[in-house]
């Protein structure tokens, strides 16, 4: 029998970020085209393209049944019309994996909701350890005026499956009315049959 060694990944806590990242993914507008309500908003705000949210890798663990994955992601504060930046938000390809979220910095939500379009929005600040049950779709959104910033682990045989959401979206948006953040029906989901 081979042994994997241990190791240690060190996050920066003052911004969240993994000066050691075995890789770092960066999210700006326009990799995220229609994925915003607000389509119009979106379209304008494309001039800026601006920096949404990054995904700082801690490891390149093999992608097999019984290893972890772990990241955190930073999103940057901002609207796009009046919805909060976000994440594009998935399920995993392997539906049945679980993952923990362990917020860091700023304030923000999971939200979540099943296959079948029922939503549940879990609110975060730093020392919220939030949990996706297996099946759920999640993705997080930044409702604050600094960063929001968390940490992500989760098995490494998960993967992810982004076009559900890129086609139907998610049941309920995540809002600024009078500098609150409101969860609302979303007008554009497109329900499963
Ligand atoms: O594993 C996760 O769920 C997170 O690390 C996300 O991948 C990360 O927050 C970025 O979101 P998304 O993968 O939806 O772009
Ligand atoms: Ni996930």
Redesign the pocket.
Known sequence: MTYMTPFTTWIDLKDGTIPKAASV?T?QLSDMRGLFADRQAEVALLAQNPLI?R?YNATNNAKEEGQL?Y?T?VIYPGEVGDEYFM????YHAKGDRA?L?YCLQGEGYLLLQTPEGEINAQAMAPGAASY?PPYWG???VNTGLSNFV?L?V?PAD?G?D?KTIAERGFAALIVAKNGQAQVVPNPNYLARV
């Open positions: 993914q999210q949210y995904v994955l990241s992601t994440t594009k938000g998935h993952e979220y996706v999640h993705r997080t968390f992500a989760f998960a992810y982004y």
